[in-house]
């Protein structure tokens, strides 16, 4: 069976980016599931993913428009200490989520003083060109319920 739109994709796999720092991984033993062609990965991967089998390796250099974007200057932004109401203790590279128009966003702090925040709305991995390296274990028909909800479902779930 082959990597295809709602099909369960079960990998193994370490993600670094262009110097080879790894960023991520299922390591040794650990897999990663999830719904095929439902966004569930970033673009870039679920299309060097698709078509392919159980047991096959993929090496794949995704750019970042094809992962989480270029870093967009406009969405780094100051504001007054104050608004961040009970939060006292501040560090560079804090994130916490916050509601930004209709959506809610992470925030990541890039700098602060006594009187502002200087707050990053990009993705942590945006501007970043990603490397993957999978093995895929195992592809399977997803179900009606895991298609309609978006994820896999392992048994012990309710909705």
């Known amino acids: 069976m082959t990597v295809e739109k709602d099909k369960v994709v079960t ?15 299922t390591g040794d033993d650990g897999e990663f599931s999830y ?21 096959e390796h993929v090496a794949a ?9 270029e870093r967009d200057d406009a969405r780094v932004f100051s504001i007054p200490r104050e608004r961040l109401g009970e939060i006292d203790e501040l560090e560079e590279g804090m994130r916490f989520q916050a509601k930004m128009g209709e959506n809610v966003e992470i925030l990541t702090v890039a700098d602060f003083d006594d009187e502002n925040v200087t707050l990053d709305a990009n993705h942590p991995l945006a501007g970043v060109t990603l490397k993957f390296d999978v093995t895929i274990k195992d592809v399977r028909e997803a179900t009606e319920e895991e298609i309609e909800h978006g994820h896999v479902h392992d048994g012990s779930e309710q909705h």
Not at 11 to 24: F, I, K, P
Not at 35 to 55: D, F, N, R, S, T
Not at 61 to 69: T, W
């Open 11 to 25: 990998m193994a796999y370490t993600l670094t980016d262009s110097e080879g720092q790894v960023l991520d991984t």
């Open 35 to 55: 719904v095929h062609g439902v966004g569930a990965i970033i673009p870039g991967l679920e299309a060097e993913l698709a078509g392919k089998a159980a047991g």
């Open 61 to 69: 250099e995704i750019p970042p428009e094809n992962a989480y974007g």
